[in-house]
């Protein structure tokens, strides 16, 4: 086993969302950044290149391909396939970018930008769309508008429907299967939507987050479900803690474990391995969970997993902490291969070879 | 970059003209000025509106000071050196020297780093084709690289503590200087060709005044002549130099020194050079002969670039308070040559560290256009690391103070500029108070982007334990959402923000809002607020009644009535809501079978009487009959005293019944 190698690139933009290009038979080595807050915001298309400085421990440094201009701060992305990516956006819209990999240069262009998705009824000024999801073909958004709006990436200017599915902001949404999404909302509840019918016709399931001071705000921020066994629910929150869910049983949460001290703003299982689950938080700290391998085995065979097992569940996973000490938010992450890949508002990208 | 030269403002607009063009300035947070035209008013003016009022607009400028910063390129070097700035602060004052120093490595290596992308900006054809920016970038480049060499300077004399600080100052002198060292690769290059350029002698001899020894020999090897005796004794003369290392005896080093030195200028009377008047000419220059200096002096461009070069020919040993008085004669000697050359600041900071002045040293590096970077963070580092904490004390410097102020005024910049401000809050929280109060103020003014934005600044709020900004935020994004009609987002905020007020406000409303309209507003917030209703008793209440709503929608009378009478009871009825809750009552009084049990009917019907009926009679008193309804309003009855009666006689009915059912079953 090696160590994990760590290394910052300065990249003179606050980052909100990073994502590996999909390969399916190699390591990525070329990555999508997103930023926010920033006077011009872009999506860029970043490329790694071995360091030709020989004296440093550095192996490999990124080098920015080609970036288009954004409209808004980047809230989101999302590949829809191989080469489509798709970025959400604050001013309401999505668009579609499409990478062309080439030897020398690789592009970026964007294809096609949707029709404002998400504005606030009364003013008819647009809500930041916060977040997306991806299945398929499909994309969810929502945005702060409380509303859902599902469309099939063939044609982004079409909606197939919109869910108004809250009346205050929704900040994350998750595919659980082709009908059915989670979304969460700021005061941490949770709703199971489905994405056939319409607003009236919601089946009416929430389920509100556990907290530790029930009379505090504990917002949910990520949500994420298991690659495999999609019932299961993972939501970070304001808290710092992870609550997650058995889907086919919202009587209670299946298990609660407090983690960091600060905003969880990023959670999900490795893309490839669903025995590790990370987690990104506020104060700058990316953690990696791993189910106990003997345990893991067993569970795989009768449908349950570590994380359903409540009280239990910190003796059945280890926790490392990945990034430490980072001071500033580390807003997205993205795995691929041994390799992890995070954005934060320190306005670096960190690359974390050898993860495990 | 002159003392003497301060901005100038002109408003020119319609208005300042009028007023004889005169204007007033007043400091708005952020180092901003708001300008406006002016017109002096005095004791004896006359207090009436001005012919012209009205005529045009009043115009407000903000004049603003402009920064190196807005170039984007220049956002990693803030960045960075943010994240070095928290590594120094966590080494804190008790770390070894070589961990200060490498601290000051890793600043100015980001700044090398930071040069080099601005370099490779400037030769993009975006940036070529934008006059400003290619002059904001030259410009930038000119200012850190200045930067960048007095801290390297600052760091050899103050940091390492050598003995002996000359192989460090060619270092630095040549690092500088790199023309010099390009030809020189040339030469190199074009082997036995390269005599045959026109300035071959001239770059020899430049190389010869910096020192790059090893240089000249190489190229004078590849020389045509190289065999010839003039060029084998030149080559002795040069190798057999010596050179100090530290820790060799310095007595015996000069003897050595001194030995060779004669050898090398006998050798020159000798006349073995006469043949090749020009290596003659690199020899007296190595031998320290003064008059070839001069002459090199006033071909140098800079006073300081040949100083350490001089040094290796005549001090080979020179220690750093020796420096003091060399710079000093050095520099003397170079303006008596340059008579026409002002110096500049830059000139000025380099003899002043030279001449361990770092007073004025500092003085001057504020009024470097780099928004003080490099005066806060080496003054922070100076202070951690507290070699000169002697001479600042001698010179009644409060160091400590210093560093506060500076850090204080760096972080309010960051602070106050868009999209900065997170950087500014690592500056500001070495501030203590001061840097506390500060962030209270400017918090709550950076423009809110989105709700994950607003989020972000409370938890950064929030772990400074800087409840009111928390607050203010979630103030503010309450009343933006309920300006909006997001009353359900409005309630969240007013629920984040702890206001009791602001809560107990958008409760009202939407009680209110339902015993006028039957609607009940964001019923999705309401149903989840779960324990967070007891911040406002308004909005227990709320939150109770609309659990009595759903229960009475979902036919489940019995718990429906309980909770009911449970609220009636409560006292925490606003008065406006009391014909609302009390109609309610109204279909489970006359329901076919008995919901209500005498004992609630009697506690019914004692609200009613001691409850409504004073509350409708003191509205009447004060509004006049008519305008009774006004206040108190439900959607289900036109007129709130029609339902007296009609509550009166729902309630006699059913205790009644009540009455008879309770007493038969007792029996």
């Known amino acids: 086993m090696s160590f994990p190698k760590v290394s910052s690139h300065f990249v003179s933009e606050k980052i909100s969302a990073v994502r590996w290009l999909p390969e399916q038979l190699h390591q990525s080595d070329r990555f999508v950044t997103g930023s926010w807050d920033m006077d011009h915001n872009f999506v860029r298309l970043y490329r790694l290149q071995s360091n030709q400085y020989a004296d440093t421990s550095v192996d490999y440094i990124p080098r920015c391909n080609d970036k288009v201009a954004m409209e808004a701060d980047v809230t989101a992305m999302e590949f829809v396939d191989k080469n489509t990516l798709a970025v959400s956006c604050a001013d309401g819209h999505i668009s579609l970018m499409n990478v062309q990999r080439a030897v020398e240069e690789d592009q970026l262009q964007r294809t096609a930008r949707s029709e404002r998705l998400h504005y606030f009824r009364y003013s008819n000024k647009s809500a930041p769309c916060t977040g997306l999801s991806v299945y398929g073909g499909d994309i969810a958004t929502v945005g702060e508008d409380g509303c859902v709006n599902i469309m099939n990436a063939s044609n982004v200017k079409q909606v197939k429907r919109t869910i108004e599915a809250d009346s205050m902001s929704l900040l994350s949404v998750c595919y659980i299967s082709q009908q059915q999404l989670v979304t969460a909302n700021r005061m941490g509840i949770i709703r199971v939507l489905d994405a056939r019918a319409a607003t009236g016709a919601q089946p009416k399931l929430s389920i509100g987050v556990a907290s530790e001071d029930e009379k505090s705000s504990n917002f949910v921020s990520a949500l994420s479900t298991h690659p495999m066994q999609q019932h299961i629910l993972l939501c970070g929150t304001e808290e710092g803690s992870i609550t997650v869910w058995d889907l086919r049983n919202l009587e209670c949460p299946a298990s609660y474990l407090s983690a960091h001290d600060s905003p969880i703003t990023d959670i999900g299982f490795h893309r490839k391995d669903p025995s590790k689950v990370f987690t990104a938080a506020e104060a700058g700290e990316v953690w990696m969970w791993t189910e106990n391998k003997l345990i893991g085995e067993r569970n795989l065979q009768d449908g349950s997993s570590a994380w359903l097992s409540g009280d239990r569940v910190r003796s059945l996973i280890s926790v490392d902490g990945v990034l430490t000490k980072i001071r500033k938010s580390i807003n997205s992450f993205d795995t691929n291969g041994s390799r992890l890949l995070c954005g934060s508002d320190t306005e670096a990208v960190y690359l974390i070879d050898n993860i495990f | ?667």
Request: hydrophobic letters at 40%.
């Open chain 2, 1 to 667: 970059m002159n003392d003497n030269t301060v901005s100038t403002f002109e408003l020119g607009d319609a208005l300042a003209i009028r007023c004889g063009n005169t204007l007033t300035g007043v400091f708005v947070p952020g180092s901003k000025i708001a300008l406006s035209a002016y017109r002096h008013v005095k004791w004896n003016s006359r207090d009436a509106p001005t012919e012209t009022a009205g005529q045009d607009p009043v115009l407000i400028y903000l004049a603003q000071e402009t920064t190196l910063f807005e170039e984007p390129v220049l956002r990693s070097l803030l960045a960075e050196s943010n994240v070095t700035f928290a590594t120094l602060q966590e080494l804190g004052q008790k770390a070894s020297r070589a961990e200060y120093l490498g601290v000051s490595h890793a600043y100015r290596s980001l700044v090398r780093a930071c040069l080099e992308r601005l370099d490779h900006a400037k030769k993009t054809p975006e940036v070529q084709s934008d006059e400003d920016r290619l002059q904001r970038i030259t410009e930038t480049i000119i200012v850190f690289y200045a930067a960048e060499c007095l801290w390297h300077l600052f760091e050899i004399l103050y940091m390492q503590q050598n003995q002996h600080v000359v192989p460090q100052l060619l270092d630095w002198a040549r690092f500088y200087a790199p023309q010099i060292e390009d030809r020189a690769t040339d030469f190199l290059l074009m082997a036995e060709g390269a005599s045959e350029n026109d300035d071959y002698w001239d770059v020899l001899k430049s190389l010869v005044m910096v020192g790059a020894l090893d240089v000249t020999r190489a190229i004078l090897v590849q020389n045509r002549k190289a065999s010839q005796p003039a060029f084998k004794a030149a080559e002795l003369i040069l190798t057999s130099m010596p050179v100090y290392q530290e820790g060799f005896p310095l007595k015996k080093f000069h003897s050595q020194w001194e030995h060779w030195h004669v050898d090398a200028e006998r050798k020159i009377r000798a006349n073995t050079f006469g043949s090749e008047p020009e290596l003659e000419e690199l020899l007296q220059l190595v031998t320290g002969n003064n008059e070839k200096w001069d002459a090199g002096i006033q071909e140098s461009s800079e006073w300081y670039e040949f100083l350490p070069g001089y040094l290796l020919y005549t001090k080979p040993t020179c220690k750093p308070f020796e420096l003091k008085i060399a710079a000093a004669n050095w520099l003397n000697r170079w303006t008596l040559l340059h008579p026409d050359r002002q110096l500049n600041n830059m000139d000025r900071m380099i003899s002043q560290l030279m001449e361990h002045d770092l007073r004025l040293f500092i003085y001057d590096t504020q009024k470097i256009n780099d928004t003080h970077w490099l005066t806060t963070h080496l003054i922070d580092l100076i202070y951690h690391c507290g070699e000169l904490k002697s001479y600042f004390e001698q010179n009644n410097i409060d160091l400590p103070a210093l560093r506060h102020s500076m850090i204080y005024e760096y972080g309010s910049y960051l602070m106050s500029t868009r999209s900065l401000w997170q950087l500014g809050v690592d500056y500001l929280d070495c501030c203590k108070q001061e840097g506390k109060a500060a962030m209270e103020l400017l918090l709550p003014r950076i423009p809110l982007r989105s709700d994950r934005h607003a989020l972000k600044l409370m938890s950064v709020a929030r772990q400074r334990g800087l409840v009111d900004v928390e607050q203010e935020i979630c103030k503010v994004l309450s009343r933006q959402s309920f300006d909006d009609r997001r009353y359900g987002s409005a309630l969240e905020w007013a629920i984040r923000s702890k206001d009791v007020l602001l809560v107990t406000g958008i409760a009202d409303f939407i009680l209110m809002n339902y015993s006028k309209t039957g609607n009940m507003l964001c019923p999705d917030v309401i149903v989840s607020i779960g324990s967070r209703m007891f911040i406002s008793p308004r909005l227990v209440f709320l939150s109770k009644y609309f659990e009595f709503y759903k229960l009475y929608r979902n036919r489940d009378f019995l718990s429906a009535v309980e909770l009911l009478v449970n609220l009636l009871d409560s006292k925490i009825t606003p008065d406006y809501f009391w014909p609302s809750l009390l109609i309610d009552t109204v279909p489970l009084l006359e329901s076919n079978d008995p919901k209500i049990f005498s004992k609630e009917t009697v506690a019914i019907l004692h609200h009613l009487e001691t409850e409504l009926v004073p509350i409708i009679e003191r509205n009447t008193d004060k509004l006049g009959n008519k305008n009774a309804e006004s206040v108190l309003k439900d959607y289900r009855v036109e007129n709130v005293d029609e339902i007296l009666n009609i509550m009166r006689l729902a309630c006699a009915r059913n205790l009644a019944r009540a009455l008879v059912i309770e007493h038969t079953h007792s029996i």
